[in-house]
């Protein structure tokens, strides 16, 4: 049986109580959906995080490759040389998106200009493919990024809304539940109480009378 709230057992109570009881019902239908649909997001977040990582595990390993061949085809101060001379500014863009009423990061990325050439004479072909693999590898490398944090907070939020669900659930409507059950039988008790002194006075009343 759940504990009663802590409330006179007055007419007036009683009506606070009953309108509380419906608000705290409302916030839980609301609560239990933003929970399903908090979950469902989760899901896909999730399964789009496992398909970006298993693509970066599998790339990361030939994007290294590719330097490494580089480098053993010319030679590391050459490949160095050429990599200062092709740098470029990585810019990232954090903003905001709304997903179910929670804010979770949007990283835009965009490359500058080139700080300049390279001579390909002295490079092996290898560094060229190298470069452009890592240019369209950090974007793909970045959203995984931005899926595992959009993934932590969905988490955190859907642990504090089930939280609140259960409170609602299994705390604080049966208590209401209980206090309102109380309250009504202490009420009709005194309703009771109150019919059977009336009638016992009208009873010595007709008996004076008669």
Not at 25 to 45: Q, V
Not at 74 to 89: C, P, Y
Not at 143 to 168: D, F, P, Y
Not at 190 to 200: A, F, I, V, Y
């Amino acid at each position: 049986m759940a504990e009663r709230l802590a409330i006179n057992p007055t007419r007036m109570e009683l009506l606070r109580l009953r309108k509380r009881l419906v608000v705290a019902r409302r916030g839980h239908k609301l609560l239990k959906d933003k929970l399903d649909g908090l979950t469902k997001e989760f899901i896909n977040l999730a399964r789009e995080y496992k398909d970006f990582r298993i693509e970066v595990d599998k790339e990361l390993p030939y994007v290294l490759k590719l330097f490494v061949l580089a480098e053993i085809t010319s030679s590391r101060q050459i490949t160095e040389s050429a990599l200062e001379s092709t740098k470029q500014d990585l810019q990232l863009i954090v903003t905001k998106r709304r997903l179910m009423s929670v804010a979770i990061p949007k990283i835009d990325v965009s490359f500058g200009e080139s700080a300049g050439m390279y001579s390909f004479i002295h490079t092996s072909p290898e560094l060229d493919v190298a470069i452009k693999s890592l240019k369209e590898f950090l974007p793909r490398l970045i959203r995984m990024a931005e899926l595992e944090e959009a993934i932590r907070i969905i988490s955190n939020e859907i642990e504090k809304t089930r939280r609140r669900v259960n409170a609602l659930e299994y705390t604080l409507i049966p208590r209401m539940h209980e206090t309102i059950k109380f309250i009504t039988g202490k009420l009709d008790e005194r309703e009771r109480s109150n019919t059977s002194r009336l009638m016992k006075i009208k009873a010595i009343r007709l008996a004076q009378e008669s």
